[in-house]
């Protein structure tokens, strides 16, 4: 019994996150072949495909019309990527589905829980929100570009010493909002900090945590840290 | 969100063109429309970028006051330095819009053309009135963020913050159409219901705002925004009220009252600057002006709560603005 445990192969922890990561990935896959092979789907793209076959009557001369699968060039984290997408992906989809970033969490995908804010120059905006076609030109940072290697932004490493989350979805989106704070204004206020929040929600209530470790990661910054 | 062909035009003729045919419909900074397209609310099979018009995302002032381009986002108009000194109402309104995640996107004529967020309206399982339908739910239903002040037969509130901030500042807006350009005052810019009841302003198919134009301000103008919200991080007004207020020492000359969030539209309440014209501005003129500015209300079942807060609102505004010709 003893020697059978032996013989079992030992994973490092980052080799159980990865195959936890496949997993994950592959089950998405499946998810999303089950939902292609569902009536409702079906019917959607057959309506897409019919809309797209009816053309305005007089296009005008001077615009220039996107429809079906168009390239889309995103400037994501300081490298240069080209997609096929269609209009109506959003800038959060592009980063999760075709990119595969997906520290940018989609939770009420309607622009009012701030779990998925990335910064579009420099801003944070809310990335369910943007049109993916709507984002080329921009300089776009996802919480993927903070850490350098094992090294964490301040702002990240102020939320692991002061504890400020519980569950960890809305974190990023948190992240990104204060990051886009200290950059604009390195001394900010606590009210300032709790306006920069305003726009995220911590369904968990770490609201108090997160403040805190906000004014954290302001000591640590003004130190040079 | 159904799938849709996205046109691009250069000029607001080309763009004109477009939205006068079926099937098509304007996206700005899209922080209504792409939520309302997700929840199947609005199913365009064309959507016009407005946002690839070249020269309609500036803040200009001129000798007679400010031009602002459709396009400029409400966090420019939040940060503008002249804005926040001169037309402090108005920075004051735009700063009280959502969230910043969505001030750095949406833009000011978004602003003032979106729709309402009448919950009835909203589910797109619901045909209201309002979307053709024969009756509007919010008169026997659950209508606690509904107008106090209406004609009927429809009793939204206009959601936008800063359209009483406009109006109670004498702003204009430009629309382009087919037959070329017109200038409205924004005060005539939005419709009731029993004038409009599917939209909510004088826009018609193929028009699309293009610039507000807000007057400069005479000497001794003070102005502020007072938005209560039920959730203070951020939320559609549950009361606001923008008050300009034109002082000479401690007497009002001149002044304008605007509430958002009682009536289908911003509602310009001149009673409540009766009462504080040719006067000092005291605790006195300023609950006054309140009780003026709901002499009208005809509450609904569930929300007869927003009358007196209206009319603390107002004084609390009055009171406000009226503080900053002193300090």
Same mark, same amino acid.
């Given at each position: 019994?003893?020697?059978?445990?032996?013989?079992?192969?030992?994973?490092?922890?980052?080799?159980?996150?990865?195959?936890?990561?496949?997993?994950?990935?592959?089950?998405?896959?499946?998810?999303?072949?089950?939902?292609?092979?569902?009536?409702?789907?079906?019917?959607?793209?057959?309506?897409?495909?019919?809309?797209?076959?009816?053309?305005?009557?007089?296009?005008?001369?001077?615009?220039?019309?996107?429809?079906?699968?168009?390239?889309?060039?995103?400037?994501?984290?300081?490298?240069?990527?080209?997609?096929?997408?269609?209009?109506?992906?959003?800038?959060?989809?592009?980063?999760?589905?075709?990119?595969?970033?997906?520290?940018?969490?989609?939770?009420?995908?309607?622009?009012?829980?701030?779990?998925?804010?990335?910064?579009?120059?420099?801003?944070?905006?809310?990335?369910?929100?943007?049109?993916?076609?709507?984002?080329?030109?921009?300089?776009?940072?996802?919480?993927?570009?903070?850490?350098?290697?094992?090294?964490?932004?301040?702002?990240?490493?102020?939320?692991?010493?002061?504890?400020?989350?519980?569950?960890? %979805?809305?974190?990023?989106?948190?992240?990104?909002?204060?990051?886009?704070?200290?950059?604009?204004?390195?001394?900010?206020?606590?009210?300032?900090?709790?306006?920069?929040?305003?726009?995220?929600?911590?369904?968990?209530?770490?609201?108090?945590?997160? %403040?805190?470790?906000?004014?954290?990661?302001?000591?640590?910054?003004?130190?040079?840290? | 969100?159904?799938?849709?062909?996205?046109?691009?035009? !250069?000029?607001?003729?080309?763009?004109?063109?477009?939205?006068?045919?079926?099937?098509?419909?304007?996206?700005?900074?899209?922080?209504?429309?792409? &939520?309302?397209?997700?929840?199947?609310?609005?199913?365009?099979?064309?959507?016009?970028?407005?946002?690839?018009?070249?020269?309609?995302?500036?803040?200009?002032?001129?000798?007679?006051?400010?031009?602002?381009?459709?396009?400029?986002?409400?966090?420019?108009?939040?940060?503008?330095?002249? *804005? !926040? !000194?001169?037309?402090?109402?108005?920075?004051?309104?735009?700063?009280?819009?959502?969230?910043?995640?969505?001030?750095?996107? &949406?833009?000011?004529?978004?602003?003032?053309?979106?729709?309402?967020?009448?919950?009835?309206?909203?589910?797109?399982?619901?045909?209201?009135?309002?979307?053709?339908?024969?009756?509007?739910?919010?008169?026997?239903?659950?209508?606690?963020?509904?107008?106090?002040?209406?004609?009927?037969?429809?009793?939204?509130?206009?959601?936008?913050?800063?359209?009483?901030?406009?109006?109670?500042?004498?702003? /204009?807006?430009? *629309?382009?159409?087919?037959?070329?350009?017109?200038?409205?005052?924004? /005060?005539?810019?939005?419709?009731?219901?029993?004038?409009?009841?599917?939209?909510?302003?004088?826009?018609?198919?193929?028009?699309?705002?293009?610039?507000?134009?807000?007057?400069?301000? $005479?000497?001794?103008?003070?102005?502020?925004?007072? $938005?209560?919200?039920? $959730?203070?991080?951020?939320?559609?007004?549950?009361?606001?009220?923008?008050?300009?207020?034109?002082?000479?020492?401690?007497?009002?000359?001149?002044?304008?009252?605007?509430?958002?969030?009682?009536?289908?539209?911003?509602?310009?309440?001149?009673?409540?600057? /009766?009462?504080?014209?040719?006067?000092?501005?005291?605790?006195?003129?300023?609950?006054?002006?309140? /009780?003026?500015?709901?002499?009208?209300?005809?509450?609904?079942?569930?929300?007869?709560?927003?009358?007196?807060?209206?009319?603390?609102?107002?004084?609390?505004?009055?009171?406000?603005?009226?503080?900053?010709?002193?300090?």
């Amino acid at each position: 019994m003893d020697e059978e445990r032996e013989k079992l192969p030992q994973h490092t922890p980052e080799e159980v996150d990865a195959s936890r990561r496949q997993f994950l990935r592959n089950l998405g896959v499946t998810a999303a072949m089950a939902s292609l092979l569902s009536s409702g789907a079906i019917l959607e793209e057959r309506r897409a495909k019919r809309a797209q076959a009816e053309t305005l009557q007089t296009p005008p001369s001077g615009a220039t019309e996107l429809r079906g699968t168009v390239a889309v060039t995103l400037q994501v984290n300081g490298r240069e990527h080209t997609l096929q997408l269609e209009p109506r992906v959003t800038l959060l989809d592009a980063l999760r589905d075709h990119l595969g970033l997906t520290g940018t969490k989609r939770v009420c995908d309607r622009g009012s829980c701030g779990a998925c804010t990335v910064l579009l120059d420099g801003k944070p905006v809310y990335s369910c929100s943007v049109l993916a076609v709507d984002a080329q030109g921009k300089k776009i940072e996802t919480v993927e570009s903070l850490a350098q290697g094992e090294q964490l932004h301040p702002v990240q490493q102020a939320f692991v010493e002061h504890d400020a989350l519980m569950c960890g %979805f809305c974190t990023p989106g948190f992240i990104m909002s204060l990051k886009a704070l200290l950059d604009k204004t390195p001394q900010p206020t606590a009210q300032q900090v709790k306006e920069a929040c305003a726009g995220n929600i911590c369904r968990c209530g770490t609201y108090n945590r997160i %403040f805190e470790a906000a004014l954290a990661a302001v000591q640590s910054m003004s130190r040079g840290g | 969100m159904k799938a849709f062909a996205y046109h691009q035009p !250069r000029t607001v003729a080309d763009a004109v063109r477009l939205l006068s045919q079926r099937g098509t419909m304007a996206i700005a900074g899209g922080q209504d429309i792409l &939520g309302a397209m997700k929840d199947g609310l609005f199913e365009p099979e064309h959507l016009v970028n407005l946002k690839s018009l070249p020269g309609l995302g500036d803040i200009k002032e001129t000798s007679t006051g400010l031009q602002i381009g459709a396009l400029v986002t409400l966090s420019d108009i939040a940060e503008h330095p002249v *804005i !926040r !000194r001169d037309y402090t109402a108005l920075a004051e309104a735009a700063e009280a819009v959502a969230t910043l995640q969505i001030r750095n996107v &949406g833009t000011i004529g978004g602003n003032l053309c979106q729709r309402p967020r009448c919950w009835y309206f909203r589910d797109p399982h619901v045909h209201c009135l309002k979307k053709g339908g024969d009756q509007c739910y919010a008169v026997r239903g659950d209508n606690r963020y509904h107008a106090i002040i209406s004609p009927g037969p429809c009793y939204i509130v206009h959601p936008s913050d800063c359209a009483p901030a406009l109006i109670a500042l004498g702003a /204009k807006v430009t *629309i382009a159409g087919a037959k070329g350009t017109r200038t409205v005052a924004l /005060k005539h810019f939005f419709q009731m219901p029993d004038k409009n009841l599917k939209g909510e302003n004088v826009l018609q198919p193929g028009e699309v705002v293009t610039q507000i134009t807000v007057p400069k301000p $005479k000497a001794g103008t003070r102005s502020t925004y007072l $938005k209560v919200r039920e $959730k203070d991080s951020f939320d559609w007004a549950l009361v606001s009220a923008a008050v300009v207020l034109q002082m000479q020492g401690e007497i009002c000359r001149a002044a304008t009252v605007v509430l958002g969030g009682v009536a289908p539209v911003p509602y310009d309440s001149a009673s409540a600057a /009766k009462m504080l014209v040719g006067k000092p501005v005291t605790v006195q003129t300023a609950t006054a002006a309140g /009780k003026a500015a709901v002499e009208q209300a005809t509450p609904l079942e569930h929300n007869a709560y927003k009358v007196p807060l209206a009319a603390a609102v107002v004084k609390r505004a009055v009171l406000a603005a009226a503080r900053g010709v002193r300090e």
